[in-house]
């Protein structure tokens, strides 16, 4: 009785495995703390429980919302191939990102694609954001507020245009979550504790910032 049982839940676990394609965000996790991830990401959050120094202390952005930030297929490849997001070093306005970030292969790559994507926060509403380039969140942008003086994203000549102090946003459209980049200018307190991207709680309306997010995500790459 007791074989049969445990063949019977082993064919289940199989079939289970297999149907999600895969997914195995517990050897993930593993080598996630072997290669050293962990030395210079949080995957613990969420942010307002760490002081200023215990974010500090670290060399990268927080992961512990990574599955809520990132979509996917962008965070699978950016593993293997981490081309440099940050103009400018991690936390640093004067020195330019090194592009040194340790790469991952074939499955190390892919399950810790699975275990990053199960890190999620229940701070991020899912189906509120919807890309589109839309007039108004294109004139808070790149008018009414400064977000392009810090941000670099894909001009109307196709050219890189926009500062450099920030995450370039160029194709942020395939790399960021919409929902989350609402719920990242909605609820800074969660998401930035280290004040380097500034606050628009107050100065942007939620429907303002919902335009916005929807512009942002609407960063793709341009056709051909
Ligand atoms: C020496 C410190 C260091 C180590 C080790 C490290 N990272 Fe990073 N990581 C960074 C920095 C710095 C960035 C920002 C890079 C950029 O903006 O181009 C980053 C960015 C990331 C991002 C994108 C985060 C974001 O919000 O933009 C992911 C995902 C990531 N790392 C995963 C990993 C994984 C998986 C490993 C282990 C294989 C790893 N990192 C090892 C420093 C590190
Ligand atoms: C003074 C410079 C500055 C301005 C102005 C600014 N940002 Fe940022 N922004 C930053 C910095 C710095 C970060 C992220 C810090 C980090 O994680 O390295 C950031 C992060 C972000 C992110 C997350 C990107 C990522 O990959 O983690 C988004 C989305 C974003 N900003 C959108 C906006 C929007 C929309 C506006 C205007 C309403 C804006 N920013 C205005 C500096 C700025």
């Given at each position: 009785m007791k074989n049969i049982l445990t063949v019977a839940l082993s064919v289940v676990f199989l079939a289970s495995a297999t149907s999600s394609s895969s997914a195995d965000p517990a050897a993930g996790k593993t080598v996630f703390g072997a290669k050293g991830c962990a030395d210079c990401h949080y995957t613990d959050g969420p942010a307002k429980e760490k002081t200023i120094?215990?974010?500090l202390a670290k060399k990268g952005p927080e992961l512990w919302y990574a599955?809520?930030?990132f979509q996917k297929a962008w965070l699978a490849k950016?593993?293997?191939d981490p081309k440099p997001i940050r103009p400018q070093k991690f936390n640093s306005l004067t020195e330019e990102n090194?592009?040194?970030h340790p790469k991952l292969a074939g499955a190390d790559a892919g399950s810790v694609t699975d275990y990053l994507m199960?890190?999620?926060s229940a701070d991020v509403a899912s189906g509120k954001v919807k890309p589109k380039n839309n007039p108004k969140g294109r004139q808070i942008f790149t008018k009414k507020m400064p977000c392009s003086g810090c941000h670099q994203y894909t001009g109307r000549k196709k050219n890189i245009v926009g500062g450099r102090s920030g995450p370039s946003l160029v194709e942020a459209g395939v790399r960021l979550?919409?929902?989350w980049i609402l719920a990242y200018l909605q609820k800074p307190k969660v998401f930035k504790p280290v004040k380097m991207m500034p606050v628009f709680v107050g100065l942007?309306?939620?429907k303002d910032m919902t335009n916005v997010a929807r512009y942002v995500a609407n960063f793709k790459p341009k056709k051909k």
């Open positions: 120094d215990d974010q599955g809520s930030k950016w593993l293997t090194p592009a040194d199960s890190l999620t979550n919409p929902d942007l309306s939620d």
